[in-house]
């Protein structure tokens, strides 16, 4: 008796469930889109050559070519070659991940194994993808061991770079360079050594940094066999220090505080269709718009309070810099708008409670992780850039890290807030003409 | 009397069924209007259609002589009580009908009068500062009542407003509507309540699958439809009924009769509205 009321009982829920379209799109539909998507960004299958690198080559040798030749053909970079001023503003406004600056000089330290420089280059990486730098660190390092590593392989170029080594040593010992001329002597011993051996044909593969007889290479005086210097270089200028990860988390958290007020006022207009508080509503003196642009209203000054409470709290406690209080208020009231109209969208399409919250959840996700919510978008896949560019969530990070840390001009903050602008008008006009369709085919 | 509300050969479908077919009745200025039908006979969705909720497919309807339901000065004359508690469960009464005052435009003061008289019509002034889920469904019921009435308007639509409510939450919300009716309202009140409309209604339609069954003040319709009277009585130990036209002639016969002695418990039983609503539509009114 009771298992056959159980079973009723499921029998209907299940029936329920299959009868709300949008319950049941979001039950069973939605998670295997989920699953797709992030299987599609993790697996790699839509290939990662995603991080955007500007180069400027002011070294402009032939290694220093050959160098970026080699960045160019890796899977993990999107090479652009630039001119300075160009890569520094491209990765300041985000458009890219980072930039690499190869200086005068490179070539010549790079070819030159034993003597001399470690070749040095800069790297600026855009603070809120911080999480690359470590990447584009080793890519590079990769790269440039690969170099050296060449150059111990080919014995013709090796024999070629201690010729080379042996002489610059000895006429910087004739000319006094060296302050202790045993080290000088040391090395040159080391140098002969490595010579006879080569002659022999007795040289194998090496990569020990070891001098022949066991110092460091601290102490021979020698570069150390490092292929590379990596100068990591702050994107912003005329700043005081590189910004705080509070600066760059900050943004994240706002938005997902405004996609949470996005999903609580969108299931409240839902909420009133069913207890007939709308129908109340209609019926009254109010019109639709009024009503819709009411609940909007609502929704706009709730994202501007939990946005101004975040950021006070930012300031005063984590110490996040506003740098342009003004046009930070612009990206507000942008931002506001942006979302009030998505939300009145969101409400007016969904037809119960249950597919509300579905549709609301399933946009925020959407938009957070194609606008770089949740995964930083240079590791996501090539085709994610251009979709990236459809979220309002990548365009609300801009918004409001411009007036921080990005130190946007006016003139670069107004795409930004035409933007959101943009999707806000277009979200409630669409939310206020579905409402009245609606309500006349009723 | 003119006609507040005129409807001309109305209908509705939905999926294909008719849920509303070829309806025509007026409702007369300052009348109370019985709409009688069972559970499904399309009273709710009569309401929507007259409340611009909802589009007829066919007909007219008309309101304060000249204008169709979801006119602004429709909607602003127009009050009405859903079956549904339309009510925000998480605000206090005087709360709601702040909001809804004001959603009918009324000023600060004229709204503050109206809240405290609306109130005191529904019998909850002293719960005005509570908050609506702690009410209990009769309360909730006479606030429900009160958002319609607050903005005093001219015609008052109440869709089965005494629906789960407990006797005494009943009779206060049958008070207050007999009050306004005093007050010069018109009033359309939607039921499936035989007693209700015999009690309140000055002319009722009644309605069955969407159809107008009949329209006619209650006694007109019990006169034309109600047919026989019953008369009941007892005779050594058994119970017996007859129905008659003529309750006189069978009464005087029942005495007359060398029986008489045996008789006792004689009552006669007038025809009331359900027996007009079996007789017009073939089945009861709560099948």
Redesign the interface.
């Known amino acids: 008796m009771m298992a056959s009321k159980l079973l009723a009982v499921t029998q209907k829920d299940l029936k329920l469930l299959y009868r709300d379209k949008g319950g049941f799109f979001f039950t069973f539909i939605f998670p295997i889109i989920m699953a797709v998507f992030f299987g599609s960004m993790m697996s790699g299958s839509g290939g990662m050559k995603g991080i955007s690198l500007q180069v400027v080559d002011a070294d402009q040798s032939v290694i220093s070519q050959a160098f970026i030749d080699k960045l160019d053909a890796a899977a993990e970079l999107k090479v652009v070659l630039t001119d300075e001023a160009t890569a520094r503003d491209t990765v300041r406004k985000g458009k890219a991940a980072a930039f690499l600056i190869l200086p005068k000089g490179f070539g010549d330290a790079k070819g030159n194994l034993f003597s001399g420089e470690t070749a040095t280059v800069q790297l600026g990486v855009d603070p809120k993808r911080s999480a690359i730098k470590g990447l584009l660190q080793g890519v590079l390092m990769s790269y440039a061991a690969e170099d050296m590593q060449s150059a111990f392989t080919d014995t013709d170029k090796f024999v070629d770079q201690i010729d080379k080594s042996l002489a610059e040593v000895r006429q910087a010992r004739d000319s006094g360079e060296f302050a202790d001329n045993d080290k000088a002597d040391r090395m040159l011993e080391f140098l002969d050594q490595l010579q006879e051996m080569v002659d022999t044909d007795s040289f194998n593969n090496t990569s020990s940094n070891e001098s022949a007889d066991g110092s460091t290479d601290e102490d021979s005086g020698f570069n150390g066999f490092q292929p590379l210097i990596i100068e990591t270089h702050d994107i912003s200028v005329n700043r005081d220090g590189p910004p705080s990860g509070y600066d760059v988390s900050f943004p994240q958290g706002i938005l997902w505080g405004i996609l949470g007020c996005l999903s609580a006022f969108s299931l409240s207009l839902v909420s009133e269709r069913n ?3 709308l ?8 019109n639709r718009s009024t009503i819709l642009a009411g609940k909007a209203l609502a929704c706009f000054l709730t994202i501007i309070f939990i946005a101004v409470c975040l950021l006070l709290l930012g300031k005063l406690v984590f110490g996040i810099q506003i740098r342009q209080p003004d046009l930070m208020l612009l990206s507000l009231v942008a931002i506001g708008f942006c979302f009030s109209g998505l939300m009145i969208l969101f409400s007016v399409i969904s037809k119960s409670e249950k597919a509300a919250a579905g549709i609301t959840w399933a946009a925020m996700m959407l938009m957070a992780m194609a606008g770089g919510g949740m995964i930083p978008l240079a590791f996501m896949p090539a085709w994610m850039t251009p979709v990236s560019q459809f979220s309002p969530v990548m365009w609300s990070i801009l918004a409001l890290e411009g007036p921080m840390w990005r130190q946007f001009s006016l003139v670069e903050m107004l795409p930004v807030v035409a933007v959101l602008f943009g999707i806000g008008i277009a979200g409630f006009l669409l939310g206020v003409r579905l409402f009245k369709w609606q ?2 085919s ?1 | 009397m003119p006609d507040i509300l005129t409807l001309d050969q109305v209908s509705k479908q939905f999926d294909q069924t008719n849920v509303i077919n070829q309806l025509s009745f007026s409702v007369r200025e300052g009348e109370i209007f019985g709409l009688l039908g069972p559970n499904g006979a399309g009273k709710t969705t009569l309401v929507n259609i007259m409340t611009g909720l909802l589009n007829a497919d066919q007909g007219v309807v008309t309101l304060f002589e000249k204008y169709a339901p979801g006119d602004n000065f429709a909607r602003a004359n127009i009050g009405c009580a859903s079956q549904s508690l339309a009510l925000y469960e998480d605000l206090t009464a005087e709360e709601n009908l702040q909001f809804f005052g004001k959603m009918h435009a009324l000023e600060k003061s004229a709204l503050q009068t109206a809240v405290s008289e609306t109130l005191a019509v529904v019998g909850l002034e002293d719960r005005a500062t509570q908050r609506v889920k702690e009410f209990s469904g009769g309360m909730k019921r006479r606030l429900n009542l009160a958002v319609a009435i607050l903005h005093k308007p001219k015609l008052l639509i109440l869709d089965e407003p005494t629906v789960g409510v407990d006797p005494q939450s009943r009779n206060a919300i049958m008070e207050s509507i007999q009050s306004l009716s005093d007050q010069g309202h018109t009033i359309i009140y939607t039921t499936h309540y035989m007693e209700e409309v015999e009690k309140l209604c000055d002319r009722v339609a009644i309605i069955d699958k969407g159809r107008l069954v009949a329209l006619d003040s209650v006694n007109g319709l019990v006169q034309e439809y109600g047919k026989n009277h019953q008369i009941r009585y007892s005779q050594n130990n058994k119970v017996f009924t007859v129905d008659t036209d003529n309750p006189l002639q069978k009464i005087r016969e029942l005495l007359d009769s060398e029986q008489q002695s045996a008789i006792s418990n004689l009552s006669v039983q007038s025809p009331t509205l359900e027996q007009v609503f079996l007789n017009l539509t073939g089945h009861e009114l709560r099948d």
């Open positions: 207890q007939g508080t129908s109340r509503l209609l019926v009254s003196s109010a309500s006349s009723a």
